[in-house]
Nanobody, 114 residues
Framework: QVQLVESGGGLVQAGGSLRLSCEAS????????LGWYRQAPGKQRELVAR?????STLYADSVKGRFDISGKIDHIDLQMNSLRPEDTAVYYC??????????WGQGTQVTVSS
């Protein structure tokens, strides 16, 4: 099993910054990638950014140039700058092991006021 503990999030004005962290424990040796997803009310959960075991990263087009993911395969940070009201969502940490095994954190709320 892989356990994920998220921290960070909160309320910020548009244009501000927030930092999210995700700590993985347990079978971290099996994690292929660690990343962040978000889900806004009435919308599907969507990828925000991922970091792969080799160090490569992947970003959603909507956050490129504003968000930065860093860390290593058992701990990642997501620095979110120039936040917009449309970034408001519950953010979830995700650990991908295989197509049949992935794990989710409990979620942390990010609210950006206009």
């Amino acid at each position: 099993q892989v356990q994920l503990v998220e921290s960070g999030g909160g309320l910020v004005q548009a244009g501000g910054s927030l930092r999210l962290s995700c700590e993985a424990s347990g079978r971290t040796f099996a994690i292929y990638s660690l990343g962040w997803y978000r889900q806004a009310p009435g919308k599907q959960r969507e990828l925000v950014a991922r970091m792969f075991r080799g160090g490569s990263t992947l970003y959603a087009d909507s956050v490129k140039g504003r968000f930065d993911i860093s860390g290593k395969i058992d701990h990642i940070d997501l620095q979110m700058n120039s936040l917009r009201p449309e970034d408001t969502a519950v953010y979830y940490c995700n650990a991908f092991v295989t197509a049949q095994e992935e794990h989710w954190g409990q979620g942390t709320q990010v609210t950006v006021s206009s």
